[in-house]
Nanobody, 122 residues
Framework: QVQLVESGGGVVQAGGSLRLSCAAS???????MGWFRQTPGKEREFVAA????????YYADSVKGRFTISRDNTKNTMTLQMNSLKPEDTAVYYCAGRKLVTSTLAGSYDSWGQGTQVIVSS
């Protein structure tokens, strides 16, 4: 139905910035999206979500004020701008999608990318 591919991960020093992108293909009409991250031994953690038209956004408390989620439906892309990065932001970041309803719960999404690694050094 929908295919998602993340890009933009890498290594950055604490305090720096990084921009992640997610390219979507397939049937993306009326499609809510989000970003999640995961480290070894931990559950997949909510980061940010955005409604199907980009009018509503949600952020985890740990990233609010530092990260910004956006989307461009004419290009079928979603972006996570990450500023003031901290070592605890180190994780594999995944983009996710689902029909209609914006959600902060990983289990409610049915389309996932393969992930992109973000490493924040101190």
């Amino acid at each position: 139905q929908v295919q998602l591919v993340e890009s933009g991960g890498g290594v950055v020093q604490a305090g720096g910035s990084l921009r992640l992108s997610c390219a979507a293909s397939g049937r993306t009409t009326n499609y809510a999206m989000g970003w999640f991250r995961q480290t070894p031994g931990k559950e997949r953690e909510f980061v940010a979500a955005i409604s199907l038209n980009g009018g509503t956004t949600y952020y985890a408390d740990s990233v609010k004020g530092r990260f910004t989620i956006s989307r461009d439906n004419t290009k079928n892309t979603m972006t996570l701008q990450m500023n003031s990065l901290k070592p605890e932001d180190t994780a594999v970041y995944y983009c996710a999608g689902r029909k209609l309803v914006t959600s902060t719960l990983a289990g409610s999404y049915d389309s996932w990318g393969q992930g992109t690694q973000v490493i924040v050094s101190s």
